[in-house]
């Protein structure tokens, strides 16, 4: 059972460029999320995903885009990268109805220049 | 919109002594986790609290959902050097999203 997976696990873009991160979870789960972690912001949650077929906006969505391939997979995209978007993005899910946690993969460190 | 306060931000401590920390809302809510993060990983769960009043230890950790609904406490007994990261505590009202503490950064001096 790897859990929760991601690549890459670094990147470094130019301004504009494009790029998606993948997420793979291999425990069933229905609910994915996409979260970004800065110093002294905490997890703020940019897009998630109840069950699939389904995407939902989160706290900070703007410059992001999501797909819900299948059950097992949830990619973000970067249409134009802004240096805004540096971050540490985490990928993480959810078993179902009536249970809350939620387990996160190990990051892609994002760096935009 | 809703904002969970995690105290301390950071902890120096000796080896073998015991941690507390907590987090507290003004918001009720209705599940409590706790997670750890260690330097380039990502947060791994240690406790979920489901009920107010629940005491709930995994090994040296004990986590408590507070009465209130609006804070929950974390323990860690006699610490080692793996203990060293950062711990977030993360509500979560019944929606699909949790709102995180901004992390309580733990030293450990052997």
């Known amino acids: 059972n790897a859990g929760v997976t991601q690549t890459p696990k670094f990147q470094v873009l130019k301004t504009g460029q494009s790029m998606t991160l993948q997420c793979a979870q291999d425990?069933?789960?229905?609910?994915m999320y996409w979260y970004r972690q800065d110093p002294g912001m905490g997890l703020r949650l940019i897009y998630y995903?109840?069950?699939?077929?389904?995407?939902d906006k989160g706290e900070v969505p703007n410059g992001y885009n999501v797909s819900r391939l299948n059950k097992r997979e949830f990619s973000l995209r970067l249409e134009s990268a802004a240096p805004s978007q540096t971050s540490v993005y985490f990928c993480?899910?959810?078993?179902?109805?009536?249970?809350?946690?939620?387990?996160f993969g190990p990051g892609t460190r994002l760096t935009v220049t | 919109g809703q904002q969970l306060n995690q105290s301390p931000q950071s902890m120096f401590i000796q080896e073998g002594e015991d941690v507390s920390m907590n987090c507290t809302s003004s918001?009720?809510?209705?599940?409590w986790l706790w997670y750890k993060q260690d330097p380039g990983e990502g947060p791994v769960l240690l406790i979920a609290?489901?009920?107010?009043?629940e005491l709930t230890s995994n090994g040296r950790l004990t986590a408590q959902f507070g009465i209130t609904r609006k804070d929950s406490f974390l323990n860690i007994s006699a610490s080692i050097p793996s203990d060293v990261g950062i711990y977030f505590c993360?509500?979560?009202?019944?929606?699909?999203?949790?709102?995180f503490g901004q992390g309580t950064r733990l030293t450990i001096n052997p």
């Open positions: 993480a899910s959810r078993p179902g109805p009536g249970l809350y946690e939620q387990y």
């Open positions: 425990m069933n789960h229905n609910s």
């Open positions: 995903s109840a069950s699939e077929g389904t995407t």
């Open positions: 918001s009720i809510f209705n599940t």
């Open positions: 609290l489901y009920k107010a009043g």
């Open positions: 993360a509500g979560q009202r019944g929606a699909q999203k949790l709102v």
